[in-house]
Nanobody, 129 residues
Framework: QVQLVESGGGLVQTGASLRLSCAASGRTFTTFTMGWFRQAPGKEREFVASISRSGSSTDYADSLKGRFTISRDTAKNTVYLHMSNLIPEDTAVYYC??????????????????????WGQGTQVTVSS
């Protein structure tokens, strides 16, 4: 069993930055591909970013490239999402996800929900105008 706990969300103004954290426990973190998704009110959950087990490969939603950065700290069993120049359209619940299958990292596979088998409870990010 794997537990994922997100933190770092909050209410910020347009142009601000936030760093979300996702702490993983229960199994060997270095074997997980990790991802971030978000879900705005009334919308489907959408892909934000993913990072390979080693951290050497990353992928981002096209609309978020340049503003969001995903990283991981193996020593802390934690994956991060640094968000900058936030806009109201970034308002959503942000979810951390883990693929514990051990399969080879594929940007395409890890852009979809079924590429992951564990999910966190989410953290709210609200950006005011």
């Amino acid at each position: 069993q794997v537990q994922l706990v997100e933190s770092g969300g909050g209410l910020v103004q347009t142009g601000a930055s936030l760093r979300l954290s996702c702490a993983a426990s229960g199994r060997t973190f270095t074997t997980f591909t990790m991802g971030w998704f978000r879900q705005a009110p009334g919308k489907e959950r959408e892909f934000v970013a993913s990072i390979s087990r080693s951290g050497s490969s990353t992928d981002y939603a096209d609309s978020l490239k340049g503003r969001f950065t995903i990283s991981r700290d193996t020593a802390k069993n934690t994956v991060y999402l640094h968000m900058s120049n936030l806009i109201p359209e970034d308002t959503a619940v942000y979810y951390c996800a883990a693929d514990t299958s051990g399969h080879f990292y594929s940007a395409l596979t890890h852009r979809v929900l079924y590429g992951y088998d564990y999910w966190g409870q989410g953290t709210q990010v609200t950006v005011s105008s």
